[in-house]
């Protein structure tokens, strides 16, 4: 069964300093790899995936994702955090063919002025 | 393109009242999802649609949950009667699912519809 770690609930960053939320996932097959924004009140919104391919994945609004296949990991980044990035986010996985995504249970990332 | 609807999107019952919520997906997209998100988590799957026919519904309770998405567009999801372990949010998303990669099987979400069961 597929699942999604997201070791810290809360991550503070001051604004234009770089920004990392940690993902580690667990799947039997490949994996495909997601980052969600939730804003307060609002959906989840589509940031990057992973298929295949370069394991570094850019994505909307400056974010990149590393895939790291030997540590399992999904990493969030951004070289220079803005205020409006506050929200939470979630990474979620699933494995090859139409199965369901998994998601952790979010990161709540705050960026300070 | 006009995004997935999702209504109401606040709901305040009593609890063993029924309730009941909408959905309408992107045009186009043959997978519907419903998905419940407690305070604090994460979304968890409740149901996915493959046009008009349910292939997978193990984590929705069926002793109070149903869902159905006639004509494999829009969908509802009803509960009767509710509880007050059903406060959470209640999140519709769609995909268009197909072979290869690319924007196919991405996930759309809607809003959602916040639920409080008195």
């Known amino acids: 069964a597929q699942s999604v770690a997201q070791p810290e609930d809360q991550v503070n960053v001051a604004e234009g300093n770089p920004l990392t939320v940690k993902c580690t996932y667990s799947v039997s097959g490949n994996p495909y790899l997601f980052w969600y924004v939730q804003y307060p009140n609002r959906g989840l919104q589509f940031l990057l995936k992973y298929i295949t391919g370069d394991n570094l994945v850019k994505g909307s609004y400056g974010f990149e994702a590393e895939f790291n296949k030997s540590q399992t990991s999904f990493h969030l980044k951004k070289p220079s955090a803005l205020v409006s990035d506050s929200a939470l986010y979630f990474c979620?996985?699933?494995?090859?063919?139409?199965?369901?995504?998994?998601f952790g249970k979010g990161t709540r990332l705050s960026v300070i002025a | 393109e006009a995004g997935v609807v999702q209504s109401p999107r606040y709901k305040i019952i009593e609890k063993k009242q029924p309730v009941a919520f909408w959905c309408n997906p992107i045009?186009?997209?043959?997978?519907l999802y419903w998905y419940l998100q407690n305070l604090g988590q994460g979304p968890e799957l409740l149901i996915r649609?493959?046009?008009?026919?349910?292939v997978d519904d193990s984590q929705l309770p069926k002793d109070r949950f149903s869902a159905e998405r006639l004509k494999g567009v829009d969908s509802t999801l009803k509960i009767q009667p509710a509880e007050l372990g059903d406060s959470a949010v209640y999140l519709c998303?769609?995909?268009?699912w197909g072979p290869g990669s690319g924007r196919l099987n991405e996930q759309f979400f809607g809003p959602g519809t916040r639920l409080t069961v008195l």
């Open positions: 998303a769609s995909s268009l």
């Open positions: 649609y493959e046009n008009e026919e349910a």
């Open positions: 979620a996985v699933r494995d090859g063919g139409h199965t369901p995504l998994v």
């Open positions: 045009s186009g997209h043959n997978t």
